[in-house]
Nanobody, 116 residues
Framework: QLQLVESGGGLVQPGGSLRLSCAFS?????IAWFRQAPGKGPEWISF????????YSSKSVQGRFTISRDNAKTTLYLQMDNLKPEDTGRYYC????????????WGQGTQVTVSE
């Protein structure tokens, strides 16, 4: 059964760090992190494939966010450093079922707020 469960969000000051986790079960070619700020559409943040051989991040977070997954490949992480107020939003892990650049299943999300 496919399941994606995010955790690790919270309130942090600018310049701080958070690590998000995504516990997943079921098959996925890859899993991505998206975020959605209030009043805006979803924004793709980062992606890692099932073999951890390929990973990508958007320019807005390159050098600050790192995507990884554990050896058993059942938990995905997003290490977020040097957080900025514009990183505020709800963060989701999302499944890519095949190597087609399409995403079909979203977790419930975890809220990240960056503020003084």
């Amino acid at each position: 059964q496919l399941q994606l469960v995010e955790s690790g969000g919270g309130l942090v000051q600018p310049g701080g760090s958070l690590r998000l986790s995504c516990a997943f079960s079921g098959f996925a070619h890859g899993i991505a992190w998206f975020r959605q700020a209030p009043g805006k559409g979803p924004e793709w943040i980062s992606f890692i494939d099932r073999y951890s051989s390929l990973s990508y991040s958007s320019k807005s977070v390159q050098g600050r966010f790192t995507i990884s997954r554990d050896n058993a490949k059942t938990t995905l992480y997003l290490q977020m450093d040097n957080l900025k107020p514009e990183d505020t939003g709800r963060y989701y892990c999302v499944r890519e079922p095949a190597d087609e650049g399409l995403f079909d299943y979203w977790g419930q999300g975890t809220q990240v707020t960056v503020s003084e």
